[in-house]
């Protein structure tokens, strides 16, 4: 079984910083692209950052020059630093790896909130 647990959310006031931090265990034998993703109230599920090997990132428009994603392979654990913080980056947000384990699969954390408060 693999699992991804993520840890760092919470309540943080406009122009604040939270960093969040979502570790995946269990049987991994390989992780390829790990990310976060967010949903807010009534909106869809939208991509925040993607990261494909040391360096290769992918940003939504809205986070660019805000957030930063990275990770750390020796423990298949992916970040996302969020800076200035505004109002609609209130959201779940949810990590995702694409791990294999008997086979490529994509595997989704349990969420943590973020709110922005003005």
């Known amino acids: 079984q693999v699992q991804l647990l993520e840890s760092g959310g919470g309540l943080v006031q406009v122009g604040g910083s939270l960093r969040l931090s979502c570790a995946a265990s269990?049987?991994?034998?390989?992780?390829?692209?790990m990310g976060w993703y967010r949903q807010a109230p009534g909106n869809l599920r939208e991509l925040v950052a993607i990261i494909e090997g040391d360096s290769m990132t992918n940003y939504a428009d809205s986070v660019k020059g805000r957030f930063t994603v990275s990770r750390d392979n020796t423990k298949n654990t992916v970040y996302l630093q969020m800076n200035s913080l505004k109002p609609e980056d209130t959201a779940v947000y949810y990590c995702?790896?694409?791990?294999?384990?008997?086979?490529?699969?994509?595997?989704w954390g349990q969420g943590t909130q973020v709110t922005v408060s003005s």
């Open positions: 995702t790896a694409t791990i294999y384990y008997q086979r490529w699969r994509d595997y």
């Open positions: 269990g049987s991994v034998f390989s992780v390829s692209a």
